[in-house]
């Protein structure tokens, strides 16, 4: 957002307020209307036209319909488009209803003609979809690792170049395995040969040469996905935009790695787990490394509070043998721009922002 296909990754309670009027959104139109619009700006106009078909769904005489007519929650936070669109790629990649196919593929194109598609397959496959709307959506992307991977280069002049990751809102992992992936950043180039590789287009000065040595890496979500499972893997792509088909690439190459070795993941509320996280002992000559990507305008103000407090406590307790690092790739509220921005203990406690970002890794702009 701007939104990524968003979830309550890490989070605690689905409505606890955040100060965000747009992600507190209680009207269930507007909020269709809202994620339409989102999806046109980042290169999805097929799946804008899906969303935007949900509009008559909410007055139609089908169970979907009604309990999406009937929210009660902020419709944009609770990501409610996005659930029921979710089920409906679903169908289209177990081949159960190719219907939306040449909406994705860009050549049907008229809102009144997907508008009855839409409608069709949601009175066709009522009881199917309606488990959909249960949960938040639960996306992964590895191209966000270009820009953490930027970040710890830039990281590694100032704290030394051995990192130690703890990912918040992990999801399935995928960043977490970001030491198993091979960097090509503006021409710079880190890790070596993996069938997941990343080059996003760079904008910008490169980022620093430096040495980054990344010594484990862990993750915490509410509900981890299997990257070993192969309908959960499934499920995760369902709430993949259609037309991001390098994005499913990615999760494919993923996949093949955690067959080799899963990720390390928690199922833990975020707020429990940074402060667990912090409290452990800390190797010498290594920065403990908090980081999180699209996750935080999820995350109840109370948890947000609890892991800022948390990490403050721990930053003021670091010295130069025992660093401690805050990266994170969020999205500016006011402007949708997602920001690379960093935090570090000793000598740099204020935000400092480092790059702008494609919420899905296509490119990066250095600006430090």
């Not at 319909?65 to 990649?93: E, F, K, N, S, Y």
């Not at 270009?146 to 704290?159: D, N």
């Not at 997602?338 to 250095?366: D, I, K, N």
């Amino acid at each position: 957002m701007a939104q990524d296909e968003g979830s309550q990754k890490g989070a605690g309670g689905s409505h606890d307020r955040t100060d965000d009027p747009v992600m507190e959104m209680k009207s269930v139109p507007q909020g269709i209307e809202w994620q339409a619009m989102h999806a046109e700006r980042n290169g999805a106009p097929g799946t804008a036209r899906v969303i935007r078909a949900l509009l008559p769904v909410l007055e139609s005489e089908t169970a979907v319909g009604r309990r999406m007519a009937a929210w009660q929650g902020p419709v944009i936070r609770d990501a409610l488009p996005l659930r029921i669109t979710a089920g409906l790629h679903h169908l289209l990649l177990t081949g159960q209803d190719r219907s939306l196919e040449p909406v994705y593929a860009g050549i049907t194109t008229d809102q009144r003609t997907v508008d009855r598609l839409v409608g069709e397959m949601i009175h066709k496959h009522d009881t199917v979809l309606l488990p959909w709307l249960d949960g938040p959506p639960q996306t992964n992307e590895a191209g966000r690792s270009s820009a953490i991977m930027a970040g710890l280069a830039w990281l590694s002049q100032r704290l030394g170049p051995c990192f130690e990751l703890n990912e918040i809102g992990a999801s399935a992992g995928i960043n977490a395995m970001m030491d198993r992936y091979a960097y090509d950043l503006g021409g710079v180039e880190f890790g070596s040969s993996s069938p997941l590789r990343l080059a996003p287009e760079w904008r910008g000065d490169p980022p620093p040469d430096a040495g980054v040595t990344i010594t484990g890496a862990r993750g915490c979500d509410l509900k981890p996905i299997d990257l070993r499972d192969p309908e959960a893997v499934l499920r995760l792509k369902s709430y993949v935009w259609p037309e991001a088909v390098e994005r499913m690439a990615r999760i494919d190459a993923a996949q093949s790695l955690a067959q080799e070795r899963a990720p390390e993941l928690d199922r833990a509320d975020a707020g429990d787990w940074v402060e667990a996280i912090m409290a452990e002992p800390q190797v010498e000559g290594t920065t403990r490394c908090l980081f999180h990507t699209i996750v935080w305008q999820y995350l109840p103000k109370i948890t947000q509070d609890r892991i800022k407090r948390t990490v403050e406590q721990a930053g003021g307790a670091a010295g130069a043998a025992r660093p401690v690092a805050w990266l994170r790739l969020e999205t500016d509220r006011q402007t949708f721009a997602h920001e690379l921005q960093v935090r570090f203990w000793p000598g740099g406690e204020q935000w400092v922002t480092l790059a702008a970002a494609h919420p899905h890794g296509a490119w990066v702009e250095w600006r430090a």
